[in-house]
């Protein structure tokens, strides 16, 4: 999925939802950890998590604590910007 083109609303849900894959998948390997298809499953919707916050991060600010774009610049910017939901982001 192309995420440069998508509003702030729509790429905060798209991070919503590969993350909320990515995390049901994980517990479903604590049970079922031999599954090479749910492990190939958790590493592709872990790439396109980290690739949405990066994007995200790099349009809008870091939205985690462990973002690149939290300490881009040599310097600490997590604290530096708008929360998502002080501007009507959520």
């Known amino acids: 999925m ?7 609303e729509a790429l905060l849900q798209y991070i919503n939802e590969v993350s909320f894959s990515a995390y049901d998948t994980l517990l479903f390997l604590d049970t079922h950890p031999d599954d090479q298809d749910a492990l ?16 995200y991060g790099r349009m809008y600010g ?4 462990d973002c690149d774009y939290a300490t881009s610049n040599n310097t600490w ?14």
């Open 2 to 8: 192309n995420n440069q083109n998508m509003s702030r």
């Open 40 to 55: 190939e499953y958790y590493r592709e919707f872990t790439q396109k998590r980290r690739e949405a916050l990066s994007e």
């Open 62 to 65: 870091p939205l985690i604590a």
């Open 77 to 90: 910017q997590w604290m530096q910007q708008s929360w998502p939901w002080e501007g009507g982001a959520c």
